[in-house]
């Protein structure tokens, strides 16, 4: 059987769905901007490499690329989802053999912008569960998301940074970390936690920055920090904690290469 | 808002339920028998805790009641499922104020009989993340388990054990664990990672074993193992790995006095 491809407006998702009972599946968000996605290949890789760990069949490429299109038609920026899961399922664990998948597709607002100058991030009492076999894909077991996101409401914080079970930061909610230790850039190793998001990707690819296990004290004196995700692209850290940051040259250079690269990044969403 | 309560059958599951999209919800699943749901008190409380937990506004009970008496007019033996997600929200971990959280309800048929001569079980080679903040509620981030149930397909394996990141045994995929040592029952703490059954609850009401952090020895050299769950109840063990499992009486002592409170458990499912 081959994977239902379904536009959100449209579906009607089956109740005893693998997603809905098991977060049973993976996704993407894709930035659009004038009305093409950004990093489609990379996105697609990521959801084959994560469909892989689960065992979920992938919907067929040509069929996803033409039922994204009437989506995509609207030339205004906005955030493109995609969510497979593993469909219909019986109660239980063991997966229904074989399994029906459903791709679903949908369209969304963009975030409300991030300070130019700056945001302010706090440290996430929670510490995020090491599971190497799910550590790196963007599956939807989030519920450690969503309960660090409900830690704060304060609008003048903008996200909040997680370690890990063994104390080791790891990212924020909804994107990478970057910090810049003696001129270098840095990023956590995701073999135990967290997404590999693909605007992380991206700087690693150009040689901006390289992986490495932080501890708290990398970040809380880092001479920079700023935060990425591929639908709002680098966000800048004026502040973690008490701790005020600074923005220098090295960021902005970061930010100007990948807006040369990506137009869309030109401005800080 | 009140809690939107839907039969599964009838059931059209917004495409941006967060059940469905980060596994934002919690779940009960309850044996009926003759028509009547066991345990139905300690259901509700366990559900109760789980979405005080995530911060989801709980069903009305006697709506509830009211709702699942179709579903139990049958007076055959089956399941009922209890799904309590936060409900559509918008993209992003932040959960939308105020949410619309929705109740589905849905019956299942029996699973497969246990071997009442006990069941061969394996050890599992995946490791359950630590996260202290959901160990012991049945919240619906259950990828952990679906990944373990396919670690094998031989239908002369019954269930899996499963150690936490720290390597203390801490449950089966689907049921708790209870072992037999110096003439004690004993099965593991969850306050690292696993769920709080409702008949391990029941269990150490009666005063029957205790909870203590349990090493794979503590399994491997034991007098006795059974798992257990709310749907099937006492599961004997008659063999670990390649280790053969006496079913002494002590066993049979706490399956007849299962038995004696819930008739329902009188044959082994």
């Known amino acids: 059987m081959s994977v239902a491809i379904v536009l959100a407006e449209q579906a009607s998702v089956r109740a005893d769905d693998r997603g809905l009972n ?13 009305g093409r996605p950004l990093w489609w290949d990379a996105h697609w890789q990521r959801l084959r490499r994560g469909a892989a760990v689960l065992a979920i069949e992938m919907p067929e490429h040509d069929a996803v690329v033409h039922a994204c299109a009437a989506l995509l038609a609207p030339a205004a920026d906005g955030v493109l ?17 074989p399994a029906q998948p459903q791709l679903l597709i949908s ?13 302010r991030v706090r440290w996430s009492q929670l510490r995020l569960g090491i599971q190497p076999l799910l550590a790196g894909i963007k599956h939807c ?6 309960l660090a996101r409900r830690e704060w409401s304060d609008p003048d914080i903008h996200e909040s940074l997680l370690c890990d079970a063994l104390g080791a930061p790891t990212c924020a ?4 970390l970057f910090v810049l230790r003696d001129g ?9 936690a967290g997404v590999a ?6 700087l690693l690819a150009q040689g901006i920055g390289h992986e490495q296990r932080l501890c708290v004290a ?30 220098p040259p090295q960021l902005q250079v970061v930010m100007q290469a990948l807006a040369a690269a990506e137009p869309a990044f030109a401005r800080t969403r």
């Not at 098991?22 to 004038?34: K, M, N, P, Q, S």
């Not at 369209?107 to 945001?119: F, K, N, T």
Request: with cysteine.
């Open 173 to 176: 909610v909804s994107g990478n």
């Open 197 to 202: 998001g693909l605007c992380r990707q991206w």
């Open 22 to 34: 098991y977060g049973d599946g993976v996704f993407e968000t894709l930035r659009i901007h004038a």
């Open 81 to 97: 989802k995609l969510l497979l899961t593993r469909g219909g399922g019986g109660r239980g664990y063991a997966p229904p053999e």
């Open 141 to 146: 077991n989030r519920l450690e998301q969503v």
């Open 218 to 247: 990398d970040v809380e004196q880092a001479d920079a920090v700023f935060l990425c995700n591929a639908v709002r692209g680098i966000l800048p850290v004026c502040a973690v904690g008490e701790r005020q940051m600074a923005l």
């Open 184 to 192: 270098v850039w840095l990023t956590p190793l995701l073999d135990r």
């Open 107 to 119: 369209r969304h607002a963009l975030p409300p912008p991030w300070p130019a100058a700056g945001g």
